[in-house]
């Protein structure tokens, strides 16, 4: 593991512990914890679901989330409320972990969201899952494998490079992609990201690599609609214009927000701090977008 890594994973872990220091289980929430999803590693490929309490047996709209962590940190633990709150909103929400680098290479995170769509799929009955309206959100590099399997999903030149299939049904209504990161170049991406992408990909970052998950080169006309947010202070912020930018082009139907100003300034990932103000209202608007679709 690289430095860079190792510090990641270290200073992730302490902002998350303060975070949610505190934090319960919503008493109008019902949870189902440690659902194994693969046959690679059960202990990894794990997922919850959440859903409103007073939902009882109705056919939810379902949020799958994919969490951040520079790919190389991170689990379900660390967003259970805020995927939690998610489900406060009127929606079933999967929440799940997925293999990190550097022990699991790419493209292990997006076999890894596909087996939990297939799971998403095979399981809609037992959970009351409307597989007509599915929804996703991701942040950091998360809304990048986010991004990358929306491509998938809608892109079949892009998705002939993988060797697993979209689960037969299977689409995503629309997504949420927060604070990402959506093309890295070598001449213009931080040393940083350049070193995470040695833990990450398999031949350490080779040109053809970075172009394989540039998600910007897999939008068509048929990509899956977007509520793209950063934040002033978000140190990812350039990545949304560009993503904004190819949308547009392709006449994809999107939302594009920044959140904060001079005063507010709101970093990387606010939204995930469900006890702030700032958060709740761009929670609200995502998932208001969501419903637009909803009927």
């Not at 969201?113 to 996703?136: G, P, Q, S």
Request: aromatic share 12%.
């Amino acid at each position: 593991m690289s430095e860079i890594s190792d510090k990641l994973r270290k200073e992730a872990k302490e902002n998350d512990d303060i975070r949610d220091a505190l934090m319960s289980t919503p008493e109008d929430v019902e949870r189902w914890d440690n659902i194994v999803y693969g046959h690679i590693d059960r202990n990894i490929q794990v997922l919850d679901v959440y859903r409103p309490r007073q939902a009882e047996d109705e056919d939810l709209p379902v949020i799958i989330s994919v969490h951040g962590g520079g790919w190389v940190y991170g689990d379900k633990e660390r967003y259970q409320y805020y995927c939690m709150s998610l489900a406060q909103r009127g929606f079933a929400v999967v929440n799940f972990t997925y293999r990190l680098a550097p022990e699991h290479k790419f493209p292990a995170p997006l076999e890894d969201m596909n087996l939990v769509c297939k799971w998403v799929m095979k399981r809609a009955r037992r959970y009351h899952f409307d597989t007509e309206r599915i929804f996703a959100v991701g942040d950091s590099a998360g809304a990048h494998l986010l991004g990358l399997y929306a491509g998938i999903c809608t892109n079949p030149a892009y998705a002939a490079q993988y060797d697993f299939e979209v689960p037969e049904n299977f689409s995503l209504t629309a997504i949420a992609l927060n604070c990402g990161v959506y093309s890295i170049d070598r001449e213009t991406a931080g040393e940083s990201t350049l070193e995470l992408m040695k833990d990450f990909l398999p031949e350490q970052g080779t040109d053809e690599e970075l172009k394989k998950i540039n998600v910007l080169d897999t939008i068509t006309d048929v990509y899956t609609p977007v509520f793209c947010m950063t934040s002033v202070n978000d140190f990812q912020k350039v990545q949304a214009p560009a993503l904004v930018e190819r949308l547009t082009e392709n006449q994809v139907p999107f939302v594009y927000r920044v959140f904060g100003d001079k005063v507010n300034k709101l970093g990387h990932v606010f939204h995930c701090d469900i006890k702030t103000v700032d958060a709740a209202q761009c929670n609200d608007a995502e998932c208001d977008f969501f419903r637009e679709f909803c009927f």
